[in-house]
């Protein structure tokens, strides 16, 4: 096919860049790996394998021999570079064969893979290696296409890809990959010689070539032939037998996933902290506002990367989208039992289908849940594993839609989808995952965090593993520190939402924006502040008014909106204040500043009295003179200082480091982590506390 023949997939070789890789077939590998991996209608994020095989030098010998190269582990098609790639010796792989003691020894030679190593320094070989060593073409393919699995996944999957690819693609029935099923694609190529591809049943697609080009092309015509069958008959059947119910407006949409998410959250996170991720792509509102939502999303999905990543089956909320959601306890009587239901559901699946040797079951929430009408929310360990989940499952639903289309569809048994779930290298591969970081599974909203103390509270936060939430009044410094964090800490770590802590409507707009993009909150850290050194006969009434405003009611209403969602998730969670030391000492010309932080101080007080039975946790951190990067030197702060002290601007520095204990300039970070202090795990049993972080001002000494 030419490239402007192609309408369900993306024709993306560039033969300029292809030149410049003067024939190296492992680049080739890579390019052509990374343009199947770009386009999400071929393969999804983490999904399929690809591989080369060529003649290169034996280390050892200096003689010539046969290597492959496949991606390995754990990798991901659209970002990986060479150093993801597995090399192993080709003769050495089939030579396993002798050893092969049968599918009831299956795992055993996953250990054997070492053996063959042809470089040491490369990834890990995947269980799929020998699914690729066992076919001769130079160049595979192996792909998760929706359109494709729509086919394999279909009751009569193997009759119609006879039929539409004229026996051109051979098929293998669904087994579990490893080294059979290596063995069981070369039987049915010796079978079924000059075929182009093999289907395997509920799983995927294999295609080849004998050149990097001619891999890729034949790939995106066979997925191309499937997508184009696929088109056809939607236009003879409606969709998934037509709508139940319609969904809410957008705007309404929202507002019942703001309310239901924490709750949500709070449930999914019974025994580990989750992050949430929603979506109402209209891919998923047609399916869950279907006829045949009740028959089909009990039935799980298909292929074992959507299945690993969404689990048995959704939870279906059995609640009506146009429900009055806004009170915590009727949301909670409605959906906790629904969660019960799901928890014994699983339970009872782990216990019918275990075995001797299975791992201990695992966490029984659901980690997909549908809401007719509203949406799908998804939730897992971080947010990009959340997001990943519901893109999986996105792709479940287009496989259902594909099949139902074309015939009936087929889920995994529940025994096979078990055994893939609790296999027991699946089991290595997560005992062998780094040890989560402190604040992994936390979501944190630190006000003013665009700038100063509150930028490096956030990235502080951001490195031990929280998701953050930016925000600022400044929309154009909100959206450099935006970018900032995510080239620092990628794309699912944070979010950016403007933030005006005097305004209701503000704050409620961005706890909002932190429930859509995280599914709550855990931390607030009241840091946004102005600051006016003036004398009481110059001090006016503006001026007090605007202090109060920002530093005394802007606490007082960032906490109230969210200790509202702490007690929807039933999570406990940590306020920290940022007050200052002149919430204690009393210095000249800081009646309004001084007085207000005194008011923030108390206040922190009276809430760490208030919510202790909710397991909120109110701390204060009373910084003093940060100077590097602060915004309060801002708008004449620094002026009225060096008057107050009847010093130069210049000498404040110097000046606020001299009058300390301990001579030490206090920098943001030294106040970020005094923060992470209070809420790193360490001090889960302190709450109503005060951390100085001011060099050591003894005027300030709480007594």
Same mark, same amino acid.
């Given at each position: 096919?030419?490239?402007n ?12 860049? #292809?030149a410049?890789l003067?024939?190296?077939e ?6 052509r ?5 770009a386009?999400l ?5 983490g ?10 030098k ?13 991606k390995g582990?754990g990798?991901?098609l659209?970002?990986m570079?060479?150093?993801?790639? #597995?090399?192993l ?14 599918i ?12 063959? $190593? ?7 070989p ?11 073409? @130079?160049h595979?393919?192996?792909l998760h296409?929706?359109a494709? /699995? ?7 999957g ?5 039929e ?10 669904w ?11 070369k ?8 075929i182009?591809?093999i ?10 070539g ?10 995106l ?8 069958y696929l ?6 059947k ?5 709508s139940?119910i319609s969904?809410l407006?957008k ?5 019942q996933?703001v ?14 902290k989750?992050i949430?991720?929603f ?28 299945f ?7 939870l279906?909320?059995n609640?009506s ?9 009727? /949301? ?20 019918h289908c275990?075995?001797p040797?299975s791992?201990a ?8 849940i ?12 971080d @947010?990009?594993?959340a997001?990943?989940a519901?893109?999986?499952? /996105?792709n479940?639903?287009n ?12 889920s ?12 027991l ?5 997560l005992?062998r ?6 604040l992994?599974?936390?979501?944190a ?5 665009a700038?100063?103390i509150g930028k490096a509270?956030a990235?502080?936060?951001a490195e031990e ?11 154009e410094r909100? @959206?450099? &520190? ?10 699912d770590a944070?979010?950016?939402?403007l933030?005006n ?5 503000? $704050?409620q707009?961005?706890?909002d &924006?932190?429930?859509l993009?995280?599914?709550g909150?855990? /931390?607030i ?8 050194? @003036?004398p009481?006969a ?7 008014d ?10 007082f ?7 509202d $969602? ?7 969670g940590?306020?920290?204040n ?7 000492v009393a210095?000249p ?8 932080k005194? &008011?923030q ?6 809430? &760490?009295a208030e ?7 109110v701390?204060?951190v ?9 915004n ?9 200082r060096?008057?107050a ?10 000046y ?15 106040? #970020?982590?005094?923060?992470?202090a209070f ?7 302190s709450t ?13 000494f709480?007594r």
């Amino acid at each position: 096919m030419e490239k402007n023949e192609f309408k369900y997939v993306s024709y993306l070789w560039d033969d300029e860049v #292809a030149a410049k890789l003067n024939g190296d077939e492992v680049a080739l590998l890579v390019y052509r790996s990374n343009l199947l991996g770009a386009d999400l209608r071929l393969t999804n994020y983490g999904g399929g394998n690809t591989s080369c095989k060529i003649v290169s030098k034996d280390p050892v010998t200096n003689k010539e021999a046969g290597v492959m190269y496949v991606k390995g582990s754990g990798g991901d098609l659209g970002t990986m570079a060479r150093n993801g790639l #597995a090399a192993l010796y080709i003769d050495r792989l089939r030579s396993l064969e002798n050893i092969y003691r049968g599918i009831e020894h299956e795992d055993e030679m996953v250990e054997m893979f070492n053996h063959c $190593i042809y470089d040491p320094a490369s990834k890990t070989p995947s269980i799929d290696t020998p699914l690729h060593a066992f076919l001769p073409f @130079k160049h595979i393919d192996h792909l998760h296409p929706d359109a494709a /699995i729509a086919i394999a996944a279909a009751k009569d999957g193997k009759k119609i890809t006879e039929e539409l690819f004229q026996g051109k693609i051979g098929w293998a029935g669904w087994q579990r990959p490893g080294f059979d099923l290596g063995l069981k694609l070369k039987k049915c190529l010796d079978e079924n010689p000059g075929i182009r591809g093999i289907m395997l049943g509920s799983h995927g697609l294999f295609t080849w070539g004998n050149t990097a080009y001619e891999s890729y092309i034949n790939t995106l015509e066979v997925i191309e032939t499937c997508a184009a069958y696929l088109e056809q008959n939607y236009k003879k059947k409606i969709a998934f037998g037509s709508s139940r119910i319609s969904p809410l407006p957008k705007s309404r949409r929202l507002q019942q996933a703001v309310t239901v998410m924490p709750v949500l959250r709070g449930l999914c996170s019974s025994q580990t902290k989750m992050i949430g991720h929603f979506s109402d792509d209209n891919r998923v509102l047609e399916f869950i506002n279907s006829n045949d939502l009740a028959r089909l999303a009990p039935m799980g999905t298909s292929c074992p990367d959507h299945f690993l990543r969404t689990k048995i089956s959704p939870l279906v909320l059995n609640l009506s989208a146009n429900d009055d959601l806004l009170e915590t306890n009727a /949301i909670k009587e409605k959906i906790l039992p629904q969660f019960e239901a799901y928890r014994k559901m699983y339970a009872a699946y782990y216990n019918h289908c275990k075995h001797p040797g299975s791992p201990a079951m695992r966490d029984p929430n659901p980690v997909i849940i549908l809401y007719p009408g509203v949406g799908m929310f998804s939730f897992a360990k971080d @947010k990009q594993t959340a997001r990943v989940a519901a893109e999986f499952y /996105i792709n479940a639903i287009n496989v259902m839609k594909g099949a139902e289309a074309i015939s009936e569809y087929v889920s995994l048994p529940r025994q096979e989808a078990f055994d893939i779930e609790y296999w027991l290298l699946e089991e290595a591969k997560l005992q062998r995952m780094p040890k989560p970081k402190p604040l992994s599974g936390r979501i944190a909203l630190v006000t003013g965090s665009a700038g100063g103390i509150g930028k490096a509270i956030a990235k502080k936060f951001a490195e031990e593993g929280a998701c953050i939430v930016i925000n600022d009044i400044n929309e154009e410094r909100l @959206k450099t &520190a935006g970018t900032e964090f995510k080239k620092l800490f990628g794309n699912d770590a944070s979010s950016s939402t403007l933030l005006n802590v005097t305004d209701e409507g503000s $704050i409620q707009n961005a706890f909002d &924006a932190a429930v859509l993009a995280f599914g709550g909150i855990d /931390i607030i850290v009241n840091n946004a502040g102005i600051s006016i050194s @003036k004398p009481i006969a110059e001090h006016s009434e503006e001026d007090w008014d605007k202090l109060y405003e920002i530093l005394v009611k802007g606490q007082f209403l960032v906490s109230k909106y969210g200790i509202d $969602i702490m007690r929807k998730q039933s999570l406990g969670g940590d306020i920290i204040n940022i007050v200052s030391k002149n919430a204690v000492v009393a210095g000249p010309n800081n009646a309004g500043y001084g007085s207000a932080k005194a &008011a923030q101080a108390h206040l922190s007080r009276l809430l &760490a009295a208030e919510l202790g039975a909710d397991k909120i946790r109110v701390n204060a951190v009373n910084p003093d003179a940060v100077i590097a990067d602060s915004n309060i030197w801002a708008g004449g702060w620094a002026e009225g200082r060096a008057k107050a002290y009847n010093i130069s601007v210049d000498e404040l520095p110097a000046y606020y480091a001299k009058r300390t204990l301990l001579n030490e300039t206090i920098l943001p970070e030294d106040i #970020a982590n005094a923060c992470y202090a209070f809420v790193s795990g360490l001090l889960n049993k302190s709450t109503g506390n005060v951390l100085n972080v001011d060099g050591g001002v003894a005027a300030a000494f709480l007594r």
